[in-house]
């Protein structure tokens, strides 16, 4: 079966979802993408997380997942990180914003899911 092409995603939604990456890492304490990119176990390159943030490229809802996972937990605190609390609640708030936009059609699969329900 041949792929069905995607229409492209809202200008709008790739520089949001940019903003909340660019945000989060700043608030975990990596003022620049570089020092991010160096940790192990980051789960992005450095010119693919540039991307992101500018809105070139959306990353899949996985690899924003693991972006956001990988700056509020799977890294030891920066000096200017916020405190783990605040950042773990930044980060929650980013995955679920998020998960309300078009690009990543989790409302359209709940829209879905409502209609495929048996009615009584």
Do not use: N
């Amino acid at each position: 079966m041949a792929r069905r092409k995607h229409p492209p995603i809202d200008g709008a939604d790739r520089e949001l979802i940019g903003t909340l990456l660019r945000d989060l890492r700043r608030s975990a304490g990596y003022r620049s993408v570089e020092a991010a990119a160096t940790r192990t176990g980051c789960p992005a390159s450095r010119q693919t997380i540039y991307a992101y943030e500018r809105g070139g490229l959306v990353p899949s809802l996985s690899q924003y997942l693991d972006l956001v996972e990988f700056y509020v937990m799977k890294t030891p605190a920066q000096r200017e990180a916020r405190p783990a609390a605040e950042l773990r609640a930044q980060g929650t708030a980013a995955v679920s914003h998020a998960l309300t936009l078009s690009a990543y059609a989790v409302p359209r699969a709940i829209d879905l899911i409502t209609r495929m329900r048996p009615s009584r």
